[in-house]
C-alpha cells in the first residue's frame, strides 16, 4: 500500500522558519493532491495548506503570507515551508495525500504518522 512520512519538525524561536517534508511510497502512478494539515490538543485537525493539480495551493487563513506548500511529483513529495512562526504554529503537522494507484481511476487517501512543530516565545 502506500506510505507517507514526514519529517523537518522540531523545534524552533519564534520568528525562525522550519521546512517540513513529506514522501510518499508504494506502487503510485500519480498524484492528485497533497496537503498539510495540523492537530493540537483538544482542537480538531485543520487544513495548513494544499497543492492540487490545479497547480493553485490554497491556505488556512492563519499561515497566509507565512507558509508556502510546493510539489515535488518525481520525488512523490511535498514540502510546507514555515517562515515568520508564530507559539501558536506549534502543533503536529499531518502530511495528507490522495493518490493514484493504477489507470483505471484506484486511489488512496490518507495520512502520514505526523511531526511535531514547536515555536518558542
Known amino acids: 500500500q502506500v506510505q507517507l512520512v514526514e519529517s523537518g519538525g522540531g523545534l524552533v524561536q519564534a520568528g525562525g522558519s522550519l521546512r517540513l517534508s513529506c514522501v510518499a511510497s508504494?506502487?503510485?502512478?500519480?498524484?492528485?493532491?497533497m496537503a498539510w494539515y495540523r492537530q493540537t490538543p483538544g482542537k480538531e485537525r485543520e487544513l495548513v495548506a494544499v497543492l492540487t493539480n490545479t497547480g493553485v495551493p490554497d491556505y488556512g487563513d492563519s499561515v497566509k503570507g507565512r507558509f508556502t506548500i510546493s510539489r515535488d511529483d518525481a520525488k512523490k513529495s511535498v514540502y510546507l515551508q514555515m517562515n515568520s512562526l508564530k507559539p501558536e504554529d506549534t502543533s503536529v503537522y499531518y502530511c495528507n495525500a490522495l493518490v493514484s494507484l493504477d489507470l483505471v481511476g484506484t486511489t488512496w487517501h490518507g495520512w502520514g504518522q505526523g511531526t511535531q512543530v514547536t515555536v518558542s516565545s
Open positions: 508504494g506502487t503510485i502512478t500519480g498524484i492528485n493532491e
